[in-house]
């Protein structure tokens, strides 16, 4: 058991272009979570995956962002044309198919100047 | 929706000390899981304890126990002898409060261990 591992952990961009982070989850695990925080809060939700299938977005998940789990292993979330109000830390969990407990990565720092 | 209120956003005690941080929330639900998070300064988030609400005895973990209070809505960390590496981020996590598994996080208590 390694781990969630997510990558890059840092990104810096310019605004307008697009990013994609990736997540690995612990072995076996079937459910993924994608959330963000900004600095000095908690983590907000954006999605969830169970398997490949995605069963929930917040409202926060604009349809700039998109997220994938292909094979319902790895996971991208993706931004389009990105926006200064998207700097955050990108963080990834999972969790067993059985309780609510969730394991999380390292995140992804994003900045965009 | 569902709120998670920490009304304490920093916190300091002594090395050895005990401390206890609040965590109160809003659900409709009568069966949720609830979570404490450590995030270490710029490490990952780690979980702490878990509390099924279906259970009336309080989770414990080592020098870590929570007073789960499901009426009154209220779940806090009692953290005993406190040690400088139990510095961090502390967020209250309710899961299920909305029969969805996502975590609803509250904006934290900074808890300081001071020498």
């Known amino acids: 058991d390694t781990g969630v591992s997510q990558n890059p952990r840092h990104k810096i961009t310019k605004r307008g272009q697009n990013v994609t982070f990736r997540c690995d989850p612990i072995?076996?695990?079937?459910?993924l979570y994608w959330y963000r925080q900004t600095l000095g809060q908690g983590p907000e939700f954006l999605t969830y995956?169970?398997?490949?299938?995605?069963?929930?977005k917040s409202r926060l998940l604009s349809d700039r962002f998109s997220a994938e789990r292909p094979k319902g292993s790895f996971s991208t979330l993706e931004i389009q044309r990105t926006e200064q109000g998207d700097s955050a830390m990108y963080l990834c969990?999972?969790?067993?198919?059985?309780?609510?407990?969730?394991?999380f990565g390292p995140g992804t720092r994003l900045t965009v100047t | 929706a569902q709120t998670v209120t920490q009304s304490q956003p920093e916190m300091s005690v002594q090395e050895a000390e005990t401390v206890t941080l609040s965590c109160t929330y809003d659900?409709?639900?009568?069966?949720?899981?609830l979570f404490w998070y450590k995030q270490p300064p710029s490490r990952q988030m780690i979980l702490v304890i878990r509390?099924?609400?279906?259970?009336?005895q309080n989770a414990t973990e080592n020098r870590f126990s929570v007073n789960f209070q499901k009426a009154a809505k209220s779940f806090s960390l009692k953290i005993s002898d406190s040690q400088l590496g139990d510095t961090a981020m502390y967020f209250c996590?309710?899961?299920?409060?909305?029969?969805?598994?996502?975590?609803?996080f509250g904006s934290g208590t900074r808890l300081l261990v001071r020498p």
């Open positions: 969990a999972s969790s067993p198919g059985t309780g609510y407990e969730q394991y």
């Open positions: 659900t409709s639900e009568s069966n949720y899981y």
């Open positions: 072995s076996e695990h079937n459910r």
């Open positions: 996590a309710p899961s299920g409060m909305d029969s969805s598994y996502k975590l609803i």
């Open positions: 509390q099924e609400a279906y259970k009336q």
């Open positions: 995956f169970q398997n490949e299938a995605q069963l929930e």
